[in-house]
């Protein structure tokens, strides 16, 4: 089995930062993609930022020049530093990876169960 946890969200005043983690853990044989995604109610859940193994990045519009996407592969961790919050960046903010538990097996995705973040004043 593989388990993602994040962890770092919270409340923080517009303009400040968070800094999220994500940390892969089980049966694992390698990780290729790794990403963040987020949603608020109502909508559906849109991608933030993405990484490859070789740790080429993708961001959204929205977040680019104040996100950054980076990884830890002896650590199988993701991180999203968060900088210059605004309200419009509050929701729940998920864990994707692809992962490849075995070397001949297909990589799958895996998600972590979220964690909020909420920027207000």
């Known amino acids: 089995q593989v388990r993602l946890v994040e962890s770092g969200g919270g409340l923080v005043q517009p303009g400040g930062s968070l800094r999220l983690s994500c940390a892969a853990s089980g049966s694992i044989f390698s990780i290729n993609a790794m990403a963040w995604y987020r949603q608020t109610p109502g909508k559906e859940r849109e991608l933030v930022a993405a990484i490859t193994s070789g740790r080429s990045t993708n961001y959204a519009d929205s977040v680019k020049g104040r996100f950054t996407i980076s990884r830890d592969n002896a650590k199988n961790t993701v991180y999203l530093q968060m900088n210059s919050l605004k309200p419009e960046d509050t929701a729940v903010y998920y864990c994707?990876?692809?992962?490849?538990?075995?070397?001949?097996?297909?990589?799958?995705?895996?998600w972590g169960r979220g964690t909020q973040v909420t920027v207000s004043s």
């Open positions: 994707n990876a692809d992962v490849m538990r075995y070397w001949y097996s297909n990589p799958d995705a895996y």
